[in-house]
C-alpha cells in the first residue's frame, strides 16, 4: 500500500558571503538529529510539515500581497488546492520554530528585528510556546501585529519522496533572503547543529563523505552553485517553471540507486532509504 506524502516547505536562507573577496553566496543548512525518523544526522533546509493552521480561515488577515487565490495559481497541482496558501505559511513557520527566524513584517514594512537583548527573550518564548504545543501561530501573528510577505518567498523546485517508503513528504522550495537583525539558533531537538556554507562548498564537502545530503538538496545546490548573488537566484527562481520531481528507488549492481526522471541513477552513500522486499 502506498503512502500519501504529506504536505510540507522548506526555506532556502541565502545571504552574501561575508568573506572579503569572495563574490558568491552562502546558504543555510541544518543537520537533523540522528534519532530522527526521517534522514537522521543529514543536512537539510529548514522546514516542516503543513499544518491545518497555516491555511485555516483568518490566516489571510496576517497576509500581505499574497492571498489565497494567488497561491492556488502558482501551487495548482496540489491535491487539495485549498491548502496552499499553508506552503507558504508553513514554510515561514517552520523557519522560526527551528532555527529562530521569523520572516515578518511589522505595520509599516519594516522586516522584524530579534537583536537586542528584550526581543530576543520574547521571540524565544513564543518559539518554545509553538514547538511544545501552547499556543499557535496566528496568536503570534496577532500579538506582535506582524503580517506575513509571502512575495518574499520565492517558489524555486518541487519533490516528492519515493514510494513505497514508510515517511514521505510532497515538499515545495522556498528561496528568500536571509533577513537582517536575526540570528540563527537551531532548535536542539529536531535540529543538531547548522551551517553557512556557499553551495559549491557544499558539493565539495558531500562528495568527500563530509556532509551527507539527499538527492533534493544535492540537485538544488548543484541549481544555484553558478550563482554569485542572491539577486541572481530570485530572479531565476521567478521565471523557473517547477516540475514535481518523484524519483524511484532500484537495485542495481547490489546497491541502491534513486532514479531521476529522466533515467539518470543517483547512489546514495550511505543509503538513507530502506529497500522495499520487491522492486518495480
Not at 522560526?96 to 520574547?122: M, Q, S, W, Y
Not at 518574499?152 to 533577513?179: A, C, G, Q
Request: hydrophobic share 40%.
Amino acid at each position: 500500500m502506498k503512502v500519501i506524502p504529506a504536505n510540507a516547505s522548506t526555506v532556502m536562507l541565502l545571504r552574501a558571503c561575508p568573506v572579503a573577496g569572495i563574490a558568491d553566496i552562502e546558504i543555510l543548512m541544518v543537520r537533523r538529529h540522528l534519532k530522527s525518523s526521517f534522514v537522521p544526522g543529514y543536512y537539510v533546509f529548514p522546514g516542516g510539515v503543513v499544518d491545518h493552521d497555516d491555511y485555516g480561515s483568518g490566516m489571510e488577515n496576517f497576509i500581505r500581497e499574497t492571498d489565497r487565490a494567488d497561491a492556488t495559481r502558482i501551487l495548482s497541482d496540489m491535491r487539495y488546492p485549498g491548502q496552499a496558501l499553508g506552503a507558504w505559511v508553513a514554510a515561514i513557520r517552520e523557519t522560526f520554530e527551528e532555527v529562530g527566524i521569523l520572516l515578518a513584517h511589522r505595520k509599516d514594512g519594516a522586516p522584524v528585528k530579534i537583536a537586542t537583548e528584550e526581543e530576543r527573550r520574547r521571540f524565544c518564548d513564543y518559539r518554545k510556546a509553538l514547538t511544545d504545543g501552547k499556543i499557535h501561530f496566528p496568536q503570534v501573528l496577532a500579538a506582535e501585529e506582524l503580517f506575513l510577505p509571502l512575495d518574499r518567498l520565492h517558489y524555486f523546485s518541487h519533490w516528492i519522496t519515493p514510494e513505497f517508503l514508510p515517511l514521505r513528504y510532497d515538499v515545495r522550495f522556498f528561496v528568500t533572503l536571509m533577513p537582517p537583525d536575526q540570528e540563527v539558533i537551531h532548535d536542539g531537538v529536531e535540529l543538531t547543529g547548522h551551517v553557512w556554507i556557499r553551495p559549491a562548498e557544499a558539493i565539495r564537502q558531500y562528495e568527500k563523505g563530509r556532509l551527507d545530503m539527499v538527492l533534493p538538496q544535492i540537485m538544488t545546490l548543484e541549481d544555484i552553485k553558478h550563482f554569485k548573488t542572491v539577486d541572481e537566484v530570485i530572479d531565476a527562481a521567478r521565471k523557473r517553471h517547477v516540475p514535481a520531481v518523484l524519483t524511484k528507488i532500484k537495485r542495481i549492481g547490489g546497491k541502491d540507486v534513486e532514479v531521476m526522471p529522466d533515467g539518470s541513477g543517483f547512489e546514495s552513500r550511505p543509503p538513507v532509504y530502506s529497500w522495499p522486499e520487491k522492486s518495480d
